[in-house]
């Protein structure tokens, strides 16, 4: 019966994420060039499910990710101001843990979608999927396991979405396009 752990963590609030340790580190492979489109250019518009959801267990809140997600743009230099050129929305869809377990795996599954501030289609819509395992030596209380078993699975999560959103920034022209008239409007406005 899942009331006991959910229960046990209600009152010993050992469950609930810490958005620090949700942050994504920056790493070689997804360091923001200056000459980037995403470099300061996304907002963070909206954050919904979470704990206030009946689909989710007790341990996420909106807010809690919403303040990760954040951070973890901030430190890749993506996160902009609220005048960003886009608008990146998040909905936690499920996060799926376990009832016990000597190791504890879970699963976050999120949809993101990424429109430019000016409207039109999205240019990233993607529903990702990861998931973290907390083996018995990183805690040895169950419910700490579990907490680190939901940080490390959204941690992952918003790390395959800044790789996703660097690598289809690299690639894809409707982020280029966007950039290359907007450099043409500044370049026009310095001549004049």
């Known amino acids: 019966m899942r009331i006991a752990p959910i229960l046990t963590c209600v009152l010993l609030g050992a469950c609930a994420a810490s958005p620090g340790a949700m942050i994504v580190p920056v790493s070689q492979a997804n360091i923001i060039a200056e000459t980037s489109p995403l470099r300061g250019a996304v907002v963070v518009k909206g ?9 989710w267990d007790q341990g996420l809140s ?13 430190v890749h230099l993506i996160l902009g101001k609220d ?6 929305t998040a ?14 795996t879970v699963t976050a599954r999120v949809r993101y979608t ?7 289609a999205p240019l990233f819509e993607r529903l990702i ?12 209380v169950g419910m700490k396991r579990l907490s680190l078993a939901n940080e490390g699975a959204v941690r992952a ?27 043409g409007q500044l370049r026009q406005l310095a001549a004049n």
């Open 129 to 140: 999927e990861t998931p973290y395992t907390a083996q018995f030596g990183d805690a040895f």
């Open 157 to 183: 999560n918003i790390q395959a979405l800044i790789d996703a959103l660097v690598a289809q920034s690299r690639s894809d022209p409707n982020f280029t396009a966007a950039d290359a008239t907007v450099l």
């Open 47 to 55: 954050v919904t499910g979470g704990g206030t959801s009946k689909k």
């Open 114 to 120: 990424l429109v430019r501030a000016t409207g039109g």
């Open 83 to 88: 005048d960003a050129r886009y608008q990146l």
């Open 91 to 104: 909905e936690l869809v499920q996060l799926r843990q376990p009832l016990a377990g000597v190791s504890m």
């Open 62 to 74: 909106a807010d809690a990710f919403g303040e990760a997600l954040r951070q973890s743009l901030a």
